[in-house]
């Protein structure tokens, strides 16, 4: 008897792990309501009123810092471009500039990466108001053996990195790992 009910309830196991819809914690959901902060791939434009020769595009270093003239580093890991503005201001204030007048604003995103079944695996630029669904067709779409319901996001969230299962029409933030699982049927 227990040799005839085992391959039945081995089916009914393995239908039930492919059913099965996760929603991503909450913290994903509300990470993309909070301010934009900057991490390593990050190109931030930084402008110094009437300082043309600081005013550049400057890339966030593995370190998570910005090599700015005068001044030196600066750490950008971390920050959103308001405490990056303050931070740039207060180092020039002290000898350099007398009333410095910075902004910031992002130059270029850094790239999220796409796996497994899609058309061409890989790094790929982020574009504002990006969805999973963009990004997988930036990715060369789909292959036939691709489960197309939703997909595994790795995304770092207050210094911790978590995973989440997200539909296709979530959106998508800079540096997130896209994982398109392969169906069973």
């Known amino acids: 008897m227990i040799r005839h009910a085992l391959p039945g309830l081995l089916a009914v196991a393995l239908l ?6 996760e929603p991503a914690p909450p913290a994903f959901h ?3 309501n909070q301010p934009y902060v ?28 910005i090599a700015f003239p005068l001044i030196g580093a600066v750490a950008a890991r971390g920050y959103t ?20 007048d910075v902004t910031a604003e992002i ?3 850094r790239p999220v990466f796409i796996m497994g079944e899609v058309g061409a695996a ?7 108001g990006m969805t999973v669904q963009k990004a997988i067709a930036a990715a060369g779409g789909y292959t036939p053996r691709a489960q197309q319901r939703d997909v595994d996001v790795t995304r770092q969230i207050n210094g911790e990195v ?3 299962r997200v539909l296709t029409s979530d959106p ?8 398109v699982r392969e169906r069973f049927f």
């Open 16 to 21: 039930a792990g492919c059913t099965s819809y």
């Open 30 to 32: 509300a990470a993309i």
């Open 38 to 65: 900057l991490d390593a791939g990050d190109r931030v434009r930084i402008s110094v009123f009437e300082q043309a020769s600081l005013t550049n595009s400057y890339s966030v270093d593995q370190s998570g810092y």
């Open 81 to 100: 471009l308001q405490q990056i503005e303050g931070q740039i201001a207060t180092k020039l204030r002290d000898g350099y500039i007398r009333n410095p």
């Open 107 to 109: 130059d270029r995103y």
């Open 122 to 128: 890989g790094q790929y630029s982020y574009v504002p």
């Open 162 to 164: 978590m995973t989440g």
């Open 172 to 179: 998508v933030l800079p540096g997130d790992t896209l994982y």
